[in-house]
């Protein structure tokens, strides 16, 4: 089959099944050597079915089809793609493999399916090239989703393989291409025993002004990671302090607020610390900058995979990549817990200066440290105000600081978490009442 002519653009996985079955289609339709002519609108249907779950799933709209071709291509991790999105058109023969293989997407693009639905009996396959629907995506932010379908109407009016390989090009350089081109943050998984790197499809679309106040903390962390971004000397960084405080709203509003710098986040749970190299090996070589992020990092003075940990972070021999960095946040300021049996059997230990480092020890790598503290009365009542306001609650201020400290005592006392629980429960009754 045709598809399986190509030299860069070789799809596979469980997207590729699509396009298998569509070029068998064109193929083999009117003959059907492999099936009677009911098997062949069968297949047909099924390809329709699965055209129009892809829209509502990827928020696709107009030629289904050539959306569909279009995800495959943006999608495509290769030696030309990987390249384009660090340096745009690059020079050498892989641009004639390239032409080869936009030749036949072109072929693709361009085919007539009009006899074959005629033929088939399945006339309402002209629904999938004009689709109207939702553009809401369950898949991509709006900006990748939009440039997706722009790019697929351009591929669509393309008069020569040139002309697609320039506008997929462009495309590369400037959304990226492939998983981490297209989403702003990840998680590590494993399918049939192998380590993956899954993108995070619905991260919370939040920004550093939803956090009230910590003013401080907030620059503290955007210069670090501006730094970062630039190319500069960048360190690790560890957001520590009480709970409810915000410390993982600012990784998330980092997520959103430098996705369009070529920002990702890799989420690493502690359990999966022996993937950290593996997943260190998969994208230092990409366009883009990677902070691996640890949510409430902490360790019980029996467990050792910290020690691990501290020669991923620094002092392996391996240098770690530029595009590189990890964030942590934690209740604690030095990461593994110590009680005062402790310090009894400190007095004990023949080598206590040892002892103690090795409990620091892991903290000290991160190079930058931020602290989030408890607000104080006027501080949580400044925040409650704040998202009142954001809520459009209609409650004067008096009644609601005395409501929102009844709340704070019974739920978990002063913090950002509580008063923006106290702010949804009042909202939500609100609501309920038709306020």
Not at 74 to 94: A, D
Not at 177 to 183: A, I, K, N, S, Y
Not at 234 to 240: M, R, T
Not at 401 to 428: K, M, T
Request: proline letters at 2%.
């Amino acid at each position: 089959m045709r598809e399986q002519e190509l030299f860069i653009y070789r799809c596979t996985g469980e997207s590729a099944r699509l396009l298998a079955d569509m070029v068998w289609l064109m193929e083999n339709w009117e003959g059907a050597e492999a099936g009677t002519p009911d098997g062949g609108k069968a297949l047909f249907c099924s390809c329709l079915h699965r055209l129009f779950e892809l829209a509502g799933a990827y928020g696709f709209c107009g030629n289904l089809w050539h959306c569909y071709l279009t995800d495959l291509l943006v999608n495509s991790e290769n030696s030309y793609s990987t390249c384009c999105e660090r340096c745009g058109e690059i020079p050498g023969s892989v641009n004639e493999a390239v032409l080869h293989d936009m030749a036949l997407f072109r072929e693709f693009y361009q085919y007539d399916f009009g006899p074959m639905a005629r033929g088939l009996g399945v006339p309402s396959f002209a629904l999938a090239e004009r689709y109207e629907g939702s553009r809401d995506s369950k898949v991509y932010s709006r900006r990748i989703c939009k440039g997706i379908l722009e790019l697929a109407k351009e591929m669509g009016k393309a008069g020569t393989a040139g002309e697609m390989k320039d506008l997929l090009t462009a495309f590369y350089r400037e959304y990226g291409v492939g998983t981490f081109g297209l989403h702003k943050a990840f998680r590590i998984a494993h399918r049939e025993g192998e380590m993956c790197i899954e993108p995070i499809r619905n991260i919370a679309h939040v920004g550093f002004d939803d956090l009230v106040g910590y003013e401080l903390q907030k620059r503290k962390l955007k210069e670090n990671t501006e730094a970062f971004l630039a190319g500069r000397r960048a360190n690790n960084c560890l957001l520590f302090g009480d709970a409810g405080t915000g410390k993982s709203t600012c990784i998330k509003a980092i997520a959103n607020e430098y996705y369009g710098q070529g920002l990702r986040i890799i989420e690493v749970y502690r359990h999966q610390f022996q993937d950290l190299n593996q997943v260190i090996a998969r994208v230092k070589d990409r366009n883009y900058r990677f902070i691996l992020y640890m949510d409430d990092l902490s360790f019980e003075e029996s467990e050792t995979e910290y020690k691990y940990l501290k020669a991923v972070i620094e002092g392996g021999l391996e240098k770690r990549p530029e595009n590189v960095l990890i964030y942590a946040t934690s209740n604690r300021r030095h990461l593994i817990r110590e009680n005062y049996g402790d310090r009894e059997e400190i007095r004990q230990d023949m080598h206590t200066g040892d002892t103690v480092q090795e409990k620091l020890s892991l903290a000290r790598r991160f190079g930058v440290t931020i602290y989030f503290g408890a607000p104080d009365k006027r501080q949580f009542e400044a925040i409650v105000a704040a998202l009142a306001d954001r809520a459009g609650l209609g409650l004067p201020r008096e009644e609601l600081l005395a409501q929102a400290l009844q709340w704070e005592l019974a739920n978990g006392g002063l913090s950002g978490r509580s008063a923006q629980q106290f702010v949804d429960h009042l909202s939500g009754r609100q609501q309920e009442q038709g306020i």
